[in-house]
């Protein structure tokens, strides 16, 4: 009988996630914090060509992208002359559980069934879960989600509430946890129990359906436009949507386009605090995801993480939670499209780009997602305030996450604040320092370093 | 209370760490709670009630046993009462739009 006490099961970590995502990982280090990702990515991930078909066998991908003709009369009215670049939208909710979540999970489940297992469990509070179960039912597999939802009062999140809905209508177990980071014990505890793939988030595989969202792109806006868009903008939480557009854009040759992160800016909100959890109104998209993997990818569910999302990003803008709210009102108003509002960061932070741009550039929204019962902007504003958080109407620079929710007197007033990627940078080098104990590294380990922050090391530690 | 009888879809509930047992990184409100589990499945007793410990099956065919808390577990979240500085938003951005195209010349 196996020790299931938290401090062996933890010990067992690499053991169990070897045999749950069927990756040996120790083929790809190199030396200390240096590992061979681009090895990784080719040889366990698969070829666009290869994801493409088989997303197309579970309905995913090939989404609609639409230019949003009523919101870019907006933009241009708050513009300066000459100023507000055409906002594009990809319409992933239109994906068969309704997120781009979908792309990731295809492949992870695909791979799943591949190598013989009998069901796949993720770890997951977000659109993910609905993802995997939706595409576990399509290939025959038992599936399992593994949610944080409430605190220790009970009170469940309602956007939360509605993906354990959404993931038990597709067939799944849900297992519904209270706050805490020990969900990944008891995560691993379910893997060694049920010896199910690990649908991680954080995997080639997972990484890799996400790349046909960015070659998709570049082949629809070439078709509208006549060329690649000048800006893609990405909601970044754990840095997996970012990394797969990005590479699939780079895949299929749109190296000028640039690739913008956008996070609700949830500063001072701990986020495995029991007091804090049911004080935000976004659970995922947000800074508490958002700086953290951007700054150490490694901390995630598998040993080396496939997204890395500072290798990619050429910029990152911080939105408020009330922003999001009202571009939410702005999409289904003015576009007739309900979506979000989580999906809608990226949104947000276009528009308020979109404005400061000439009016002959191009930005590419490049997700969103269903909206549903709980996961709307009247329950979760709802929500917020019969946890104490006041919603008001005023300047969103006003804004603490937490205490208020401040929705724009005008649209105007939408401004994406901008997130320095050097800071982003040095944190990302301290704590490297950090988990691999050293206070210098070897060349071959700046090497890694300058690619996985895309600046030169030695240039950022002058800084 | 309410009872259940074998096969009834249910929901069961278990404290996973004791609040002694947490990681020592959680902070401190989190630390005071134990982390709990809550999973839906058939009854495999005879009979239970509420309250009782009984033994599910999930959907992806495992058995828990842990405290019987709900028969029939449904879903009750919804879209809730307007939110009043969300109402006008539509509005507003509408005539933004009337009045540039009006300033503008275009239809």
């Known amino acids: 009988m196996k020790d299931l006490s938290y401090k062996s099961v933890m010990a067992r970590k690499s053991e169990i996630m070897k045999q749950a995502v069927g990756i040996d990982y120790e083929n790809y280090e190199i030396e200390g914090i240096a590992f061979d990702y681009e090895r990784m990515m080719k040889e366990v991930g698969y070829s666009l060509e290869e994801i493409k078909t088989i997303q197309k066998e579970t309905c995913v991908g090939s989404t609609p992208l639409v230019e949003l003709k009523n919101i870019n009369s907006l933009i241009k009215a708050i513009s300066k002359p000459g100023k507000g670049a055409r906002v594009f939208l990809k319409d992933e909710a239109a994906n068969p559980s309704g997120s ?94 049920t010896g199910y793939f690990n649908a991680s988030l954080y995997t080639p595989f997972g990484i890799a359906g996400v790349e046909t969202l960015g070659s998709e792109i570049a082949g629809q806006m ?72 951007a700054t150490f990818p490694d901390r995630s569910d598998v040993p080396r993480n496939a997204a890395r999302a500072l290798r990619y990003m050429d ?19 003015l576009e007739g499209l309900l979506r979000g509002p989580a999906g809608n960061t ?21 997700e969103t997602e269903y909206t549903g019962a709980g996961k709307s902007p009247y329950p979760q504003l709802n929500f917020a305030k019969s946890n104490g958080v006041e919603i008001i109407t005023g300047n969103p620079s006003e804004s603490i996450p937490g205490k208020n929710i401040v929705i724009p007197e005008s649209p105007g007033m939408i401004r994406a604040k ?14 490297a320092k950090k ?26 530690v002058k800084e | 209370m309410n009872e259940a009888k074998k096969g009834d879809f249910v929901k069961i509930h278990n404290i996973v760490l004791e609040s002694s047992q947490r990681a020592p990184n959680v902070p401190e409100d989190t630390q005071k709670v134990p982390l709990e589990m809550w999973v839906n499945g058939f009854l495999l007793s005879e009979t239970a009630e509420t309250g009782d ?4 099956e999930t959907f992806a065919g495992r058995r828990v046993t842990g405290e ?32 540039y195209n009006a300033r503008n010349d275009m239809p």
Request: with cysteine.
């Open chain 1, 100 to 193: 781009f979540k979908d792309r990731r999970a295809s492949v992870s489940v695909y791979q799943a069934q591949k190598f013989g297992y009998k069901g796949v469990i993720a770890a997951t509070s977000g659109n993910y879960g609905a993802g995997v179960a939706s595409q576990a039912a399509k290939r025959g597999l038992n599936c399992i989600i593994v949610q944080e939802t409430f605190d220790s009062k009970k009170n469940g999140q309602p956007e939360i509430i509605e993906k354990a809905r959404a993931c038990e209508y597709y067939g799944a177990e849900v297992v519904q946890l209270t706050v805490g980071p020990e969900l990944f014990y008891y995560f691993l505890l379910l893997l060694e129990e």
């Open chain 1, 222 to 293: 070439k078709e509208i436009t006549g060329k690649e868009p000048d800006y893609v903008v990405v909601t970044h939480a754990g840095g997996g949507n970012l990394t797969g557009t990005a590479r699939g854009l780079k895949k299929v040759g749109a190296h000028s386009t640039k690739v913008i992160g956008a996070s609700v800016d949830l500063f001072g909100l701990h986020m495995a605090s029991d007091g804090d959890f049911n004080r935000k109104s976004f659970t995922t998209g947000h800074t508490g995801f958002g700086i953290p993997f």
């Open chain 1, 315 to 333: 910029d990152y803008l911080l939105v408020t939670q009330g922003e999001v709210f009202y571009v939410t009102e702005l999409l289904a108003q």
């Open chain 1, 346 to 366: 990226s949104l947000c932070a276009a528009i308020s780009l979109a404005t400061t741009m000439d009016s002959d550039k191009t930005i590419v929204v490049q």
């Open chain 1, 418 to 431: 901008r997130y320095s990627l050097e800071s982003l940078r040095i944190s990302y080098i301290n704590q």
């Open chain 1, 435 to 460: 988990a691999y104990c050293k206070t210098e590294f070897s060349e071959i380990e700046k090497t890694f370093i300058s690619e996985d922050i895309k600046e030169n090391f030695d240039d950022v």
């Open chain 2, 53 to 56: 410990c009984v033994e599910i």
């Open chain 2, 68 to 99: 019987m808390v709900e028969v029939n577990p449904g879903f009750f979240h919804t879209f809730g009462q307007p939110v009043k500085e969300l109402l006008r938003v539509g509005i507003e951005a509408k005539k933004i739009i009337k009045d």
